[in-house]
Every structure is written in structure tokens, then in C-alpha cells.
């Protein structure tokens, strides 16, 4: 069967010498696997669409039932350029999309979460990137039930203001309440810890986005390009 969906690629790896291998977030049947006949060729129409942390849409052919589908056509929804220009907001959006792998189960359609993941990754265009993953965070966990404001604010020390103002931030300017890059970076670390049980493995994202911060810094780049 055809569908039209909105997708965000939270994954993407070679599947031969022209084709990639996708995971993909999408609004109408969860997360899932595509391949992308062609993509990694030069040029290729699909290939700025099937880039991790791209919000695209895909017409895919999929089974019923089934969990891996194939591409057959699209394109980018929304351009998402500063991602790609600037390290500190690419790998924090390759966080956002590995976090999202991780606690999402295949085949399982979760609009709020895909509304949230898509809303996220747009503000990391303009937004202090830390602040996004804060509240990415508390609000993804309180969608898997796994927690809310209240227990947010316990685990990670924020005031209860703080906490809230970031659980209902809509990621449309800037937060009501946020804390300063310092403290939002510890509270993550310690929403990060409250959830390693589940996770199973570390994420490989964060780990790279921490061993580049130090590289950067120990080298003396200026501090707003190390942060």
C-alpha cells in the first residue's frame, strides 16, 4: 500500500553503493525503516531529504502491517539550514533523533510525539541549543509516562517555575522561565542519568557532541563556538 507521510529521518546509513537505509519518525505510522533506492548518488533528488534530522515528507509503499517500507518519492518539508552549519546545533539535533529511536517502538503512530520531535528540531535554528534538549526531554518523557514537570524538577534541582515554563514551552520564542546554559546543561545530565536503566546502552550522539565541546575547547576556539 502507497501512503503520503511527514517524516523526520532519524537515521540514515548506506544500504549499497546508491541506496540508504532510513529510520524515519512519521506523523501517520510511527517510527519505521525505508530504503531509499538512489539516494547516495550524486544529486540525487532524495538525498538532502533522507539526511538524519531532515522533516520531510515521503511517499512510501509499505506493507500492511509491515515495519520497512520503500521510498518511491519526496522531498524536504521544512529547510533546516543552521543545523547543518553549526556544530553545536547539528549534534543536538542528532540527539533529539536518537533519543526519539530509542523510546519509540516501531509501527506505533505517536502524533504529540512527532509534533514535538518536528517543533524541536526548528528551534534549534534560533534557540539556545542546551535550553531545546532541556525541554525536549522533560516534555518527551512526560509522553511516554515516564515522569512529569513536578518529578522534572525533582531530578534535575530546577525550580518548579523553571521546570513548568519548560514543560509547557511550545518552542516558539523563547522560553517563559529558562535557566542559564550552565544549569540547563546539568539538569540534562541528570535527566539523561534518570532514564540510563532504559536506555540500555550510552547514546552515541551525546557522547560525540561532548568529546567535540572538549576538542574545541582544549584548542581554544572562541567560546561561542565551543559551547
Not at 520497512?68 to 546545533?89: F, H, I, K, N, Q
Not at 542546551?130 to 525550580?159: K, M, N
Amino acid at each position: 500500500m502507497y501512503h503520503n507521510v511527514a517524516a523526520v529521518v532519524l537515521g540514515a546509513e548506506p544500504a549499497s553503493e546508491t541506496d540508504k537505509r532510513l529510520t524515519l519518525f512519521t506523523r501517520e505510522k510511527g517510527r519505521l525503516f525505508a530504503r531509499a533506492a538512489g539516494a547516495r548518488r550524486p544529486g540525487a533528488k532524495l538525498a538532502a531529504a533522507t539526511e538524519p534530522a531532515s522533516l520531510s515528507r515521503f511517499r512510501l509503499w509499505l506493507p500492511e502491517g509491515g515495519a520497512t517500507a520503500r521510498v518511491t518519492g519526496g522531498g524536504l518539508a521544512v529547510g533546516l539550514p543552521a543545523l547543518r552549519r553549526d556544530w553545536a546545533r547539528g549534534t543536538s539535533a542528532l540527539f533529539l533523533c536518537e533519543w526519539t529511536d530509542r523510546f519509540t517502538p516501531l509501527g506505533q503512530a505517536h502524533p504529540e510525539k512527532f509534533d514535538l520531535l518536528s517543533r524541536a528540531l526548528a528551534a534549534l535554528e534560533m534557540e539556545e541549543p542546551v535550553v531545546v534538549r532541556l525541554a525536549f526531554l522533560i516534555q518527551f518523557i512526560a509522553l511516554s509516562g515516564y515522569g512529569d514537570a513536578a518529578r522534572a524538577a525533582r531530578v534535575t534541582g530546577l525550580e518548579d517555575a523553571a521546570a513548568a515554563a519548560l514543560d509547557r514551552w511550545d518552542f516558539r520564542g523563547p522560553p517563559a522561565a529558562a535557566p542559564g546554559v550552565e544549569r540547563a546543561a546539568w539538569a540534562e545530565e541528570q535527566l539523561v542519568k534518570s532514564q540510563a536503566p532504559l536506555l540500555q546502552r550510552p547514546l552515541k550522539s551525546l557522547a560525540h557532541q561532548r568529546a567535540l565541546g572538549r576538542y574545541l575547547v582544549k584548542h581554544q576556539f572562541p567560546t561561542e563556538v565551543a559551547r
